[in-house]
């Protein structure tokens, strides 16, 4: 099936029935609908992106105030006291088990000192 192009009076013409001067025309059209979106493109990538620098930096300072509101805490109080058992001394570092393996080694321990 031949691709049909429309004209002006938006009728619809084989492209093989187009004259090459009429063709090239067409080509122009295109090229310069192109050419004249090209700035308003410009212009809405670097919306784009300042739109992501933005929400970057947002990011990142979210980050350093949780840092900074977390080294402030400093250690719980629940550190400091004495274990009530031998199966208390044990230290357990969530950051080298899985979530869900951390959530019930955390689950467990408040049972124990409930």
Known sequence: MAT??????????DPKEMS???LDLKRQEISQY???NIPHLKIQLEYEELLRDIE???????QAQMF????????????EEAPSSPADTQTIDPAKMSGERAAEEIKRQLKRTS
């Open 56 to 62: 970057k930096t947002r990011a990142e300072r979210l």
């Open 20 to 22: 090459k001067k009429e």
């Open 4 to 13: 049909k192009a429309k004209t002006k009076a938006t009728e619809t013409v």
């Open 34 to 36: 192109y050419e004249s």
């Open 68 to 79: 900074v509101a977390q080294t402030m805490a400093g250690p719980p109080e629940n550190e």
